[in-house]
């Protein structure tokens, strides 16, 4: 026969109205208890004899699992998003180290120099003009990165192969008498566009007029019975060599017009600052017939110390 279940005492604690608990178990029957300080009586109600509801008691466990649930949640939401913000920031953190090493070790000027110089002797003038290029802005990037020496090697590399890259594709001659087909002048001026900054080789003795202006020695530019002037002395670097006795020189410049002039005369002009001397037999082969005759490195010579003072 089963035993009845133990009841468990149950406590009260109820408030008189003078201020004083008045506490103790319930009964299974109801009491009444007096105030010990005023007297007043109160009744008690007797303990439930039923045992509390299982519903409470999974409600309480259910609320516990919600609560642990929540803090895991919290927890792990919180984690991800550190996760996530690190590696948006991650990006940011490594670049001040990537620029470091970069401004660190940067592009060797003279490694530049050299494969410049290396690919101008074989003749690759356009691949020259690159390294040369490059070489020059980190020069500017760095103005000690080169000796004094270095920095005019540099500079008379980069203008021969400027001036190679940049060579004119027809003579002189063509272009006079393309010149005077063209009746209107507006239109002459919008064709020869085309033309304007392209380069122009002279090998040629230079010497000085009546009126003291630069002149060529023996090349004169003529297309049917129509003679052109080619006017040097817009030339700034011509200005400056000694061309008296006359001799040989070996230059370019950059065309910057063609058209008549005062008294109907054709002129071909040029740009000012663009007049380039040859000091480099790898310069003088990409232009000049070969063989080199021995007169033509003397003047690259005479051209290369007259450079360096």
């Not at 790898?282 to 007259?306: G, H, M, S, T």
């Amino acid at each position: 026969m089963p035993r009845p279940p133990v009841e468990t005492p149950v406590s009260f604690e109820v408030w008189c109205l003078c201020g004083r608990p008045l506490r103790g178990r319930r009964q299974s029957t109801g009491q009444i208890v007096s105030c010990s300080s005023c007297g007043r009586k109160r009744f008690i109600l007797p303990h439930s004899p039923w045992p509390a509801p299982a519903a409470d008691a999974a409600a309480e466990q259910a609320a516990g699992l919600k609560l642990k649930h929540l803090l895991l949640a919290i927890v792990l939401g919180g984690t991800l998003a550190m996760i996530l913000i690190f590696l948006l920031v991650r990006p940011y953190l490594r670049r001040p180290e990537a620029t470091e090493k970069a401004s660190a070790a940067p592009p060797d000027c003279r490694a530049l120099l050299a494969e410049g110089e290396r690919q101008f002797r074989q003749g690759n003038v356009f691949a020259a003009a690159k390294e040369l290029s490059a070489a020059r802005a980190e020069r500017d990037r760095h103005p000690n990165a080169l000796s004094r020496a270095e920095y005019h090697r540099l500079e008379q590399l980069w203008r021969q192969t400027d001036l190679l890259a940049r060579l004119l594709d027809r003579p002189l001659e063509e272009i006079l008498h393309l010149a005077m087909q063209h009746r209107s002048d507006e239109e002459w001026r919008g064709k020869f566009e085309h033309y304007r900054g392209r380069t122009v080789l002279f090998d040629d003795v230079l010497r000085r007029n009546a009126k003291d202006r630069p002149v060529l020695g023996t090349y004169v530019v003529r297309s049917g019975g129509i003679e052109a002037r080619v006017a040097l002395e817009d030339l700034t670097l011509l200005q400056r060599l000694p061309l008296e006795p006359p001799r040989r020189w070996l230059f370019g410049a950059r065309l910057a017009d063609c058209r008549r002039e005062e008294g109907g005369v054709w002129v071909f002009r040029f740009e000012p600052d663009s007049a380039v001397l040859l000091s480099d037999e790898a310069a003088a082969r990409q232009c000049c017939p070969p063989p080199l005759d021995e007169e033509l490195f003397d003047v690259l010579k005479r051209q290369d110390e007259w450079l360096r003072r």
